[in-house]
């Protein structure tokens, strides 16, 4: 699973400079796709914070940022103004595999943006062939409804960071 954890910076659940920022950040260790990585660590931040992120900021591959900054932004909603992307560079040897691929995946995405109906299901089953318990939405019951959503519509129910 190591692919797919992703570390949440919590800027403003600790005052004091001296805190480093090994101390505020914390792992979301149970997705298993893109949308998960995002979904599950807006989750997490709730469960261990006590409220929404006010900004998200997502650190990931350059290639990546359509999918997430578009696609996956747009699945749960959150407001454009207030979701960054930091873009690293990946080697020029995988860079053009990798760019195929994400094509791939963007297109699935589009077609099915919660992961939820097309082969984006079976794989992510596969990644999980134990099966283990994932232990979202119980600390984020706000968006409960997010979590059961399926399909290829936006979404409708109210979300806790809808402006
Ligand atoms: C959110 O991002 C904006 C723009 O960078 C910044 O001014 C603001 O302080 C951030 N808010 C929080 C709570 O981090």
Redesign the pocket.
């Known amino acids: 699973m190591s692919a797919f954890i992703v570390m949440l910076l919590c ?2 659940c600790l005052a004091g400079e001296e805190e480093s920022v090994r101390w505020r950040a914390l792992t979301e260790e149970h997705a298993r796709d893109s949308f998960e990585n995002l979904l599950f660590s807006v989750c997490r931040f709730r469960e261990l914070t006590g409220s929404y ?3 998200i900021t997502v650190v990931s591959y350059d290639f990546k940022e359509e999918r997430f900054a578009h696609l996956h932004r747009s699945a749960i909603s959150f407001p454009e103004s ?1 979701f ?1 992307y930091i873009g690293t560079p990946a080697s020029p040897m995988s860079r053009e595999a990798a760019s195929k691929g994400e094509a791939l995946v963007r297109a699935q995405f589009q077609e099915d943006p919660y992961g939820c109906i097309s082969s984006l299901k079976g794989k992510k089953l596969g990644r999980d062939p134990f099966h283990r318990t994932i232990p979202y939405p119980e600390g984020c019951p706000e968006i409960k409804g997010l979590f059961r959503h399926c399909g290829t519509a936006p979404y409708q129910g109210s979300l806790p960071w809808a402006q």
């Open positions: 800027c403003d992120p006010h900004n207030r960054f």
